[in-house]
């Protein structure tokens, strides 16, 4: 891997919950993680259930982002088998004021009854922190700006060797917060944005902190991005509903995110 290798690695991009179908072949059905590789350092993007299958032998430490505390963004958390493993380090970064709440706030998941053991307690060292933006992770920076989504979700901006990437899911538009978005992505290399609806299903579906792939248009000609990946698949939409939805956006530079696609920045 050559030292400015920036890429991105779709392991899940299924929002709401995991599904599994012969009609969710090609989009995939595991939910929101994505690998960032850049130089020798791995980042995942969230740890959804996509993240069961990720690689797990890396030069550096690899750091897990989560984007906020939904099951679909944890699902895979439990059972990577790097977190097993003795003697091998993760980084897991949540949205949590101190350390103490960073444990606690993965007990409504990871904690009996509802799992057999916290993943402070798996047999890897497993090193929960809370995120602290912008954050340094070797040659690459960090940052993050508030979304708008029940619960709250932070929008992450990853720089490295001279490129940046934004990772806009779980968000639902509102004027202000859809301005700052725009700065916030400003010249941007690639920006992954949330389109689980279609204009239509939005109608119905305000306050549900989604968004559609029309504003993900919307910001990547505002913002001067160059490429934009729609990602948080709704559970209902089918590979041949996406991919309708996909020529209709009409733009060799916006497509649908495939499970299993690496996209070099
Ligand atoms: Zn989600
Ligand atoms: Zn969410």
Redesign the pocket.
């Known amino acids: 891997m050559s030292e400015t290798t920036f890429t991105l690695t779709v392991l899940g991009s299924r929002g709401s919950m995991a599904v599994c179908g012969q009609e969710q072949t090609l989009f995939g059905g595991d939910t929101s993680c994505y690998l960032v590789r850049a130089g020798e350092e791995a980042l995942f993007l969230d740890g959804g259930s996509g993240l069961i299958g990720a690689p797990t032998d890396f030069p550096h430490t690899p750091v897990i982002l989560l984007t906020?505390l939904?099951l679909?963004?944890l699902l895979g958390l439990g059972m990577y088998p790097r977190l097993s493993r003795r003697g091998q380090k993760t980084r897991l970064f949540l949205p949590a004021a101190d350390r103490e709440s960073a444990l606690r706030a993965l007990d409504g998941v990871y904690t009996p009854p509802y799992w057999p053991l916290h993943l402070s307690n798996y047999a890897g060292d497993v090193q929960i922190e809370p995120l602290r933006l912008p954050l340094q992770v070797g040659p690459v920076t960090v940052e993050g700006m508030r979304g708008n989504?029940p619960g709250e979700?932070v929008v992450f901006r990853l720089r490295y060797a001279g490129k940046a990437l934004v990772y806009c899911t779980?968000y639902e538009r509102t004027e202000a917060s859809f301005s700052s978005l725009v700065s916030f992505a400003e010249g941007a290399d690639l920006v992954l944005y949330d389109g689980q609806y279609t204009p239509e299903q939005m109608k119905t579906h305000a306050g549900f902190?989604h968004s559609t792939a029309e504003d993900g248009m919307e910001l990547m000609a505002r913002s001067g991005a160059k490429r934009l990946l729609i990602v948080h698949h709704d559970p209902g939409s089918t590979d041949e509903e996406l991919l309708r939805r996909e020529s209709q956006l009409g733009c060799s530079n916006a497509r649908y995110a495939r499970v299993g696609e690496v996209i070099e920045l």
Request: aromatic share 0%; with cysteine.
């Open positions: 906020h939904h679909d963004h989504h979700c779980d902190g």
